[in-house]
C-alpha cells in the first residue's frame, strides 16, 4: 500500500500498480501502435500536439494557468470538442514538456478527462500508465530532435578523420563518455532527491504514487545499466517536481542572500547557482519541517528557466546536490528559520 491522496490530515492508501520494467515494454508496444505523427519542426511539445490533433480531427490546445504547487501541475479538460490542457505557468521548461505529455498520453490512451461539474479525481493506475507513456513520448521526441540540431558536447560529434576506423572508435568514445557523465550526474543528484523524497513522502509526481518516486527500483537496489537511461531522466523530473511542491516554502530573501555571498567569494556562475538553490532548499525544508506557514511572495528561479535539455538541468542538479551535502556556504550562510513563540517574542522586546 502506498499514499495516494492527501486530504487535510488524513492520508488515503490504495493499492500501487505493479508491473515495472515490463509493463513499460508493453506501453511502448501499445503507442507504437497508435501510429501517431512523428515530431515535425521545431521539434517542441507544443508542435507535437498540435500535429497529433490534427491528424486526431480533434485539437489541442494547452493552457497556461497558475495552479497552487500542492495540487497537480496539469490537468486535461475533454470538451466535446477539443481538448483542453491546463498548466502550470510557473513550471521550468523541462518541467513544463513533461506535464504536457502526461496530459497528452491520457488523451491518446483513451483516459478519462476532466469536465466541468465533474468530481473526478483520476484513476491511480491510469496516472501511473500516464506518466510512464510520458516518458516514452519524451525520449522520442528527444531522439526527433537530436537527429535535426547541430552537435552538443552531449551528442556524438560528427565524423571528421578519413579512415572509417578512425571514426568508429571517436564516436564509441564519445558515447561513452556520454553514458558516463550521465551516471555520474544520477549518482551526484541523488542526496537531493533522497532529500526531497524523504522530507515529503506523500508528494507524488503530477499526482502520482509511491513507486514513480523509487523510479521502479527499491530505494537501496541498484540501477541495471541497461535502465540507466530512463532512471536518469526520471531522476530528474522527480527532482524537479519536488522542488516545485518546496516552493511554497522558499524565501526569496534567503535565495538573495545565498547569491550575494557566494558571489563575493568569486565563484562561478554555476557554482553560485547551485550554492544559492542548496541554500534555498535546505532552509526550506527546515521551514516545512518545523511546520512554519509558507511565504506568499514568489520564490526565485533554482533550475534554468532557458533550456529543456535534460543534461543541462541535471548538471545544475547535481552540482545543488552537492552543496547541499558538502558546501560550506550552505553550512555558514544558511539563516534557518524558527517559529516564533511567545517565549522568544518575549526575549526580543
Not at 91 to 110: C, D, F, K, V, Y
Not at 188 to 198: D, G, S, T
Request: proline share 11%.
Amino acid at each position: 500500500m502506498a499514499p495516494t491522496r492527501k486530504s487535510g490530515d488524513q492520508v488515503h492508501t490504495q493499492p500501487v500498480p505493479s508491473g515495472g520494467w515490463h509493463q513499460r515494454r508493453r506501453l511502448e508496444r501499445r503507442l507504437r501502435r497508435l501510429h501517431l505523427p512523428p515530431p515535425p519542426p521545431p521539434y517542441t511539445v507544443d508542435a507535437w500536439c498540435h500535429a497529433i490533433g490534427s491528424a486526431r480531427a480533434r485539437p489541442i490546445t494547452i493552457v497556461p494557468l497558475t495552479i497552487p504547487a500542492h495540487e497537480a501541475p496539469g490537468v486535461w479538460m475533454d470538451s466535446t470538442t477539443t481538448d483542453l490542457i491546463f498548466v502550470d505557468i510557473a513550471l521550468s521548461p523541462l518541467a513544463r514538456n513533461q506535464t504536457i505529455l502526461h496530459e497528452l498520453a491520457h488523451i491518446i490512451l483513451g483516459h478519462r478527462g476532466v469536465r466541468l461539474a465533474d468530481n473526478h479525481a483520476g484513476d491511480l493506475t491510469e496516472e501511473h500508465e500516464a506518466e510512464q507513456a510520458a516518458d516514452i513520448l519524451s525520449a522520442r521526441l528527444t531522439r526527433a530532435r537530436s537527429r535535426s540540431e547541430t552537435p552538443s558536447p552531449f551528442k556524438e560529434p560528427p565524423p571528421t578523420s578519413a579512415h572509417p576506423t578512425g571514426d568508429l572508435g571517436s564516436g564509441l568514445r564519445a558515447r561513452l563518455a556520454r553514458w558516463w557523465t550521465r551516471c555520474q550526474y544520477h549518482w551526484q543528484m541523488r542526496p537531493l532527491w533522497l532529500a526531497l523524497h524523504h522530507s515529503t513522502p506523500t508528494t507524488l509526481p503530477t499526482g502520482l504514487s509511491a513507486p514513480v518516486w523509487h523510479e521502479g527500483f527499491p530505494l537501496d537496489d541498484p540501477i541495471p545499466l541497461t535502465r540507466l537511461p530512463h532512471a536518469y531522466h526520471r531522476r530528474t523530473i522527480e527532482i524537479l517536481d519536488g522542488l516545485r511542491r518546496l516552493s511554497a516554502y522558499i524565501d526569496p530573501a534567503i535565495l538573495n542572500q545565498a547569491r550575494h555571498r557566494a558571489r563575493r567569494a568569486c565563484l562561478s556562475e554555476a557554482e553560485i547557482d547551485a550554492i544559492a538553490a542548496a541554500t534555498a532548499v535546505r532552509a526550506a525544508l527546515d521551514s516545512r519541517a518545523i511546520g512554519a506557514p509558507p511565504h506568499h511572495t514568489p520564490p526565485g528561479t533554482l533550475v534554468p528557466t532557458t533550456t529543456t535539455d535534460l543534461d543541462t538541468i541535471a548538471a545544475h542538479l547535481a552540482r545543488t546536490a552537492q552543496a547541499l551535502t558538502s558546501s560550506p556556504y550552505v553550512l555558514t550562510i544558511n539563516p534557518t528559520p524558527r517559529p516564533q513563540t511567545e517565549e522568544s517574542i518575549d526575549l526580543l522586546r
